[in-house]
């Protein structure tokens, strides 16, 4: 079975800094991977997913993620964080790009300073 | 969200009773899950529908809990009797039709038993 690591529970960064967050995942296969966002009160959107092809995808709002299979690892990044962009910030791994049987990493919450 | 309108947004109820918490897809899908976010567990994968029928309620933790989705518009979940444990945050998701579309999430449900 898969599983998603998480290993930050809650990151600060000041408003125009770099991010990176964290996903370690487990799975046997070539696996299909899945950076969602939460804000308060709301459920999950969809900021990028991994298939195949170029391991450095693009999502919405300017993140990015890049699959390292040796690492078995897909981080979130964005260049300089914004005020809206405090959130919880989710991973998520599927057994196949037709499966949607999402296994969901703990979460990320991310607050920004002014 | 907008693809998902879930009812109530917030439900307290005592102990025993039977609660139902709905959920309305409002734009054309082929698949339809019910989650459950907890602080101590994650979002947790409980049922999921292909084409109205129930494919894995492996998720689904007792008894206690069941759903139904009579047509493409309309899913419930009820749990009876509740227990204070199932309190939670329960996210309808649908997927678009198509292979590689994304989930779309509903606002949730904030169930609070007492």
């Known amino acids: 079975a898969q599983s998603v690591t998480q290993p930050d529970i809650h990151i600060t960064v000041s408003e125009g800094a770099s991010l990176e967050l964290r996903c370690n995942y487990s799975?046997?296969?070539?696996?299909?991977l899945f950076w969602y966002v939460q804000s308060p009160g709301q459920g999950l959107q969809l900021l990028l997913k991994y298939f195949s092809g170029d391991t450095l995808v693009q999502g919405i709002k300017g993140f990015e993620a890049e699959f390292k299979r040796s690492q078995s690892s897909f981080n979130l990044r964005k260049p300089s964080v914004h005020w809206s962009d405090a959130a919880e910030y989710f991973c998520?791994?599927?057994?196949?790009?037709?499966?949607?049987?999402?296994?969901f990493g703990k979460g990320t919450k991310l607050s920004v300073i002014p | 969200d907008a693809g998902v309108i879930q009812s109530p947004r917030h439900e307290v109820t005592e102990m025993g009773q039977e609660v139902t918490l709905r959920c309305k897809p409002i734009?054309?899908?082929?698949?339809l899950f019910w989650y459950r976010q907890t602080m101590m567990r994650g979002l947790e994968l409980l049922i999921y529908f292909n084409n109205n029928v129930p494919i894995d309620d492996s998720g689904m933790p007792e008894d206690r809990f069941s759903a139904k989705m009579p047509n493409a518009s309309f899913s419930t979940l009820k749990i009876q009797p509740s227990e204070p444990r199932d309190s939670a945050v329960y996210f309808c998701a649908i997927k678009d039709r198509g292979y590689g579309s994304p989930l779309h999430f509903g606002n949730g449900t904030r169930l609070t038993v007492t």
């Open positions: 799975y046997g296969a070539t696996p299909y």
């Open positions: 734009s054309g899908h082929d698949y």
């Open positions: 998520a791994v599927a057994p196949g790009a037709g499966s949607y049987q999402l296994t």
